[in-house]
Structures are given as structure tokens and as C-alpha cells.
T-cell receptor, first 115, second 113 residues
Framework: EAGVAQSPRYKIIEKRQSVAFWCNPI?????LYWYQQILGQGPKLLIQ????????DSQLPKDRFSAERLKGVDSTLKIQPAKLEDSAVYLC?????????????FGPGTRLTVT | QQQVKQSPQSLIVQKGGISIINCAYE??????FPWYQQFPGKGPALLIA?????SEKKEGRFTISFNKSAKQFSLHIMDSQPGDSATYFC????????????FGGGTRLMVKP
């Protein structure tokens, strides 16, 4: 079974530029998550999708971050404009469903450096 | 507000020894506590999880101990091996919040041969 795919793996941009990350979840997984993992910290949930609808985006900085999951499969996370403090690894995860206890499978992440 | 506090930040253990990582939570509504293991360049992977209706859960060399009254839980790695060297995260979630996880800050474990 293929895992969660993410691209690009690394991205370096200057502040105020825009960037987009792509995620392809495990086939058949209805729930998709985007996390931000700052160096030396645990992952922080940014947004959770159930199929193509948003379940929770309370921790997403909506003035600069946006995410979509068209057709309930792939998802993109965009940052515009980027700030220095956005430097982090952005992890995508998926689970079979959104109920508590469904295992979340993580992708390898995209490491973003904002200079 | 850090809802799940994890300690220590780093840990060095000799091969064959016991690694112990502790977590404390504040929100009494949390009722599901998984542990994740993360290797460099990889995403976290579920290791073991526990619900508060039991005080201990064991899977192979990994054991979770849970103390509901103290709002604490810990991961014990018995007979630690160099291959266990990774970063470990505890997490917590609430039944009425679906599958949303709140992670601790992580513990970097190094097992010396």
C-alpha cells in the first residue's frame, strides 16, 4: 500500500513570496490533515478535511494560509505572503475516517525555509 | 497554552537499558493518548496508544503507563536498541473532537551501542 505522498520535499523562498505544497493521501482515506512542525517542537494541526469539507481550521492563520481538497482526494496548502516564522516542516497525514482512534498516517513532509 | 507537556527533551540510554518518557496533560476531556515515533526525514508513525480505562498497555518492548488522577502517562521502552534512536511524541485527543491530536514537544532518544 502506497503511503502519503508530499511534494516538494524542500523549498526555500524569500519572505513575502508565496509557496504551495501538495499532498496525495492514502487511497480510500476520507480524512486529511495538515500539520506545521517547527524545529524542536511537536506537530501542530493547521486544518482537517473530511472528504472535501473542512472539519476544523481553527489554528490556520487565515490571513496568509489557505488549503483546499478538491474532489476529496489531493490537497494543497498555500502560504501567501510567507513570513520568517513560517519556516517549518509541513506534514500531511490521512486516516480512514475522522473518528477518534483512527490511525493517522503521515507523509515525509515538506521542509520550508523562509529567508 | 501547552496542553500536553513532555519530558525530558532529550535522553541518552545505553543499549539494553530502559528508556522512560513522560507526558502530562491539563485538559481532563482528553481520553485517547497515542505515542508517535519519528525518524529524521520521515513523518511520525503511530507506536502505541492507550485509553484511560486501563492503567497499562504493552506491545512488545513498548509499554504505556497511565495515571488518570495525576493526569500523566509515560512510555517505557524495555531493552532499548540503537534502532530505537528517534524522536518520540506523546499526543492526546478528545472524543468530541474527532481525531484531532494535540502533540507534546517531543523527546529525542539516543541509544548508545
Amino acid at each position: 500500500e502506497a503511503g502519503v505522498a508530499q511534494s516538494p520535499r524542500y523549498k526555500i523562498i524569500e519572505k513575502r513570496q508565496s509557496v504551495a505544497f501538495w499532498c496525495n493521501p492514502i487511497s480510500g482515506h476520507a480524512t486529511l490533515y495538515w500539520y506545521q512542525q517547527i524545529l524542536g517542537q511537536g506537530p501542530k494541526l493547521l486544518i482537517q478535511f473530511q472528504n472535501n469539507g473542512v472539519v476544523d481550521d481553527s489554528q490556520l492563520p487565515k490571513d496568509r494560509f489557505s488549503a483546499e481538497r478538491l474532489k476529496g482526494v489531493d490537497s494543497t496548502l498555500k502560504i501567501q505572503p510567507a513570513k520568517l516564522e513560517d519556516s517549518a516542516v509541513y506534514l500531511c497525514a490521512s486516516s480512514l475516517d475522522q473518528g477518534q482512534g483512527y490511525e493517522q498516517y503521515f507523509g515525509p513532509g515538506t521542509r520550508l525555509t523562509v529567508t | 497554552q501547552q496542553q500536553v507537556k513532555q519530558s525530558p527533551q532529550s535522553l541518552i540510554v545505553q543499549k539494553g537499558g530502559i528508556s522512560i518518557i513522560n507526558c502530562a496533560y491539563e485538559n481532563t476531556a482528553f481520553d485517547y493518548f497515542p505515542w508517535y515515533q519519528q525518524f529524521p526525514g520521515k513523518g511520525p508513525a503511530l507506536l502505541i496508544a492507550i485509553r484511560p480505562d486501563v492503567s497499562e498497555k504493552k506491545e512488545g518492548r513498548f509499554t504505556i503507563s497511565f495515571n488518570k488522577s495525576a493526569k500523566q502517562f509515560s512510555l517505557h521502552i524495555m531493552d532499548s536498541q540503537p534502532g530505537d534512536s528517534a524522536t518520540y511524541f506523546c499526543a492526546a485527543s478528545k472524543t468530541n473532537a474527532g481525531n484531532m491530536l494535540t502533540f507534546g514537544g517531543g523527546t529525542r532518544l539516543m541509544v548508545k551501542p
